[in-house]
């Protein structure tokens, strides 16, 4: 028997890969982009566990909808508005098993073979897994600080056939940490505005903001329905729960369930009541702020140790929130010839590659700050730094 030709062009996560060696004893991984386990509300979880199965317990373990629970997708649709100024009713909001569902759904939705996926660049490979299914071709449009750059987004929209797509993350970008300006924002819409292109914003960190106030969403810009809307509880609840959403115009949110249908029926009926029993009966907003205190110390940590330890050839910038730190060294230097001599030291990353669809850019890295505890962090980065100086 032979495999479907798609599966010539798709290959294992190098994340994954990573994580199997990170289960080595004492070995010490900010790899992952995984959140702090210590932190998890378990004793919250148990009790709303215990009265979804008390006061719901059949409904709960019977199959539900495909579009998800009402009561949970009105909470989305509450917050949607309160925290990303986004207008969705329930009934434009589709629950997912991750936003990893919402992404691959997007491509089984819009991509055919040699559609174009304009994306970041560095940008998040599980959206490249999720999308090479479908054979796209991908653009990678220049970045900088303040997010993509408009007038290279600009000259590709104006040169390249077949554009159907444009996917980005523009609150604490993974792998950059970056966060796309007020303006970048703007302009983005204004842009895609004038073109027949699906904007795919994945926002699974927007809430995790450590300074300032949050940006309004792209999708507060969206004036013609282009924007499809992915967001998560995994970062700011618990990722096993696997619950995830889409928001969509109502034309394509009959699309997003038949396809959803086809995938898996419906995400997990209990988990979706044990979050909404969650949100009922406790505060979301406190065990955030919760998660942001813990967070913001170990990124500040992480930060002053990098200052001190790491050579003055590495790049790196403060993020304003999510969970990654970036690394730039020398175009000379292969972060992948790194990480093999840093994984024998006992301390694992994410080489930079990996995030760009069409390869190179070898010379990156990025750093998770989220997933280690503090004295993890102290023993771990100045390791890195001194695996880093033999390269240099």
């Known amino acids: 028997m032979k495999f479907s030709k798609r599966m010539d ?5 190098d994340i994954r890969a990573i994580l199997k060696m990170t289960e080595e004893p004492g070995m010490i991984s900010f790899a992952g982009g995984m959140p702090a386990p210590e932190l998890f509300p378990i004793e919250e979880i148990k009790e709303a566990s215990a009265q979804v199965l008390t006061d719901h317990g059949k409904q709960s373990l019977q199959y539900t909808i495909t579009e998800g629970f009402l009561p949970l997708r009105e909470q989305i649709a509450q917050r949607m508005l309160a925290k990303f100024s986004a207008s969705y009713s329930p009934q434009d909001i589709l629950i997912t098993s991750g936003s ?35 054979n796209p071709r991908f653009i990678e449009v220049p970045t900088d600080d303040q ?13 390249t056939d077949r554009v159907k797509l444009i996917y980005v993350i523009p609150d604490f970008q993974n792998p950059t940490g970056r966060s796309w300006s007020l303006a970048r924002r703007k302009a983005l ?23 300032g ?13 282009q924007v499809v809307f992915l967001g998560s509880f995994s970062k700011i609840l618990c990722p096993g729960f696997r619950i995830g959403w889409v928001c969509a115009s109502p034309q394509w949110m009959e699309k997003y369930v038949i396809a959803k249908q086809a995938a898996d029926t419906h995400t997990s009926t209990f988990c979706q009541r044990i979050v909404h029993t969650y ?51 020398p175009a000379t230097v292969n972060t992948r010839e790194i990480l093999k001599k840093s994984l024998e030291k006992g301390v694992a990353f994410v080489p930079g590659g990996s995030f760009y669809p069409n390869g190179g850019h070898e010379n990156a ?8 505890l503090e004295e993890k962090i102290r023993e771990g980065i100045p390791r890195l730094a001194a695996v880093m100086r033999e390269f240099l």
């Open 279 to 329: 949100m009922e009966r406790f505060d979301l907003d406190e065990n955030i702020g919760k998660i942001k205190d813990v967070y913001r110390n170990r990124r500040d940590l992480m930060l002053e140790i990098m200052e001190r330890e790491f050579p003055e050839e590495a790049s790196f910038k403060k993020p304003l929130g999510g969970l990654f730190i970036w690394v730039e060294l």
């Open 147 to 159: 997010g993509m750059i408009m007038e290279e987004l600009t000259r590709i929209l104006e040169t």
């Open 100 to 134: 990893q569902q919402g992404i691959e759904l997007s491509g089984k939705l819009f991509l055919d073979d040699e559609d174009v996926v304009l994306c970041e660049s560095p940008s998040f490979l599980g959206a490249f897994q999720a999308f090479r299914v479908y």
């Open 189 to 211: 819409m204004e842009i895609a505005g004038s073109y027949d292109i699906v904007v795919v914003e994945d926002n699974p960190y927007g809430e995790l903001k450590y300074e």
């Open 365 to 372: 890295l990025r750093l998770n700050f989220s997933n280690m």
């Open 9 to 13: 062009h798709l290959r294992g996560s």
């Open 213 to 225: 106030e949050m940006l309004p969403s792209l999708a507060s810009f969206d004036r013609k329905g």
